[in-house]
């Protein structure tokens, strides 16, 4: 059964360091999002791209956060310098061009920043 | 605003007794309403959405626009289905707002 993947699944960073995280969607699903999760909240969209355009990165934060969908398959998301209020889940999920509704999500990268 | 409210962190139920997770929202459009689960070690899924009007494990969740609800419920509940779940809106342009989550304790 197709999954999608992410990679790292864990990473530990200072604050000012670099951090990226790579998402692999299901094959075909045209619609990606990358959500971040602070425990004990639900998700929070990041970013939403519609094949390699971004359809919304309004919670983005643009001024250390970049996200990229170059040829519309898998993504990364980067941070830039990483600061102690990143520390978070980050899910990624994919859907399919039909309107089923349903995400899918990989099992996310934890990042702890110190 | 655009806005989906869990008001229960944690809720705690006795195997065999009925369920209910609370999911309110907010939302001007004619809503699309989901609820995802998250069992331990895995990743989040999808329970229901209400358009189906299905039962899913047992589940089931009617939405009521006069309340702006789309509670979750279960007459029976299993071990198995301790879990995190999460209600979930569509705000248009598949564009999806999460609630807080409730975790469900069910107790043997």
């Known amino acids: 059964e197709a999954e999608v993947a992410q990679s790292p699944r864990y990473k530990i960073t200072e604050k000012s360091q670099a951090v990226a995280f790579w998402c692999d969607p299901i094959?075909?699903?045209?619609?990606l999002y990358w959500y971040r999760q602070i425990l004990g909240q639900g998700p929070e969209l990041l970013v939403q791209f519609q094949d390699e355009s971004v359809v919304d990165d309004s919670q983005l934060p643009k001024d250390r956060f970049s996200a990229e969908r170059l040829k519309g398959v898998d993504s990364t998301l980067k941070i830039q310098p990483a600061e102690l209020g990143d520390s978070a889940m980050y899910l990624c999920?994919?859907?399919?061009?039909?309107?089923?509704?349903?995400?899918?999500f990989g099992e996310g990268s934890r990042l702890t920043v110190l | 605003a655009q806005r989906v409210t869990q008001p229960e962190k944690l809720l705690s139920v006795f195997k065999g007794a009925p369920v209910e997770l609370k999911c309110n929202y907010s939302y001007s459009g004619s809503p699309e309403l989901f609820w995802y689960v998250q069992y331990s070690r895995q990743r989040l899924q999808l329970l229901l959405r209400h358009i189906s009007r299905e039962s899913i494990k047992g589940f089931t969740a009617d939405l009521n626009k006069g309340e702006t609800s789309f509670h979750l419920k279960k007459p029976f509940a299993q071990e198995e289905d301790s879990a995190m779940y999460y209600c979930?809106?569509?705000?248009?342009?598949?564009?999806?707002?999460f609630g807080t989550g409730t975790r469900l304790k069910v107790l043997a």
């Open positions: 999920a994919s859907s399919p061009r039909t309107a089923t509704g349903e995400l899918f």
């Open positions: 979930a809106l569509n705000t248009g342009t598949y564009k999806y707002i």
């Open positions: 094959s075909g699903h045209a619609t």
